[in-house]
């Protein structure tokens, strides 16, 4: 079955970095749009970044220049990198693959200011 398993999220400091990783199983992972999601609370579930197949990136203008998000076809893992930290980007953040639309179970990321 598929399976998106997220770690890295934790607390960290204004200005701070934290790496994300999301592994994947049960899927053809090389030919899927990988995304990361992330949803504060009392807010909608907002699209943060996306990797295609062939490597193409796009981010949420709030995160451009702070955030990377990368693949990695034979570990099967998303990883988004995760820099120059705000507390506003504090937020449970979610792994997705697009075309079986399917969500990892979420990891809590904290800034403080």
């Known amino acids: 079955q598929v399976q998106l398993v997220e770690s890295g999220g934790g607390l960290v400091q204004a200005g701070g970095s934290l790496r994300l990783s999301c592994s994947a199983s049960g899927i053809i992972f090389s030919t899927s749009t990988m995304e990361w999601y992330r949803q504060a609370p009392g807010k909608q579930r907002e699209l943060v970044a996306t990797i295609s197949s062939g490597g193409i990136r796009n981010y949420v203008d709030s995160v451009k220049g702070r955030f990377t998000i990368s693949r990695d076809d034979y570990r099967k893992t998303v990883v988004l990198q995760m820099n120059s930290l705000k507390p506003e980007d504090t937020a449970v953040y979610y792994c997705?693959?697009?075309?079986?639309?399917?969500w990892g179970q979420g990891t809590q990321v904290t800034v403080s200011s």
């Open positions: 997705h693959a697009r075309h079986v639309d399917y």
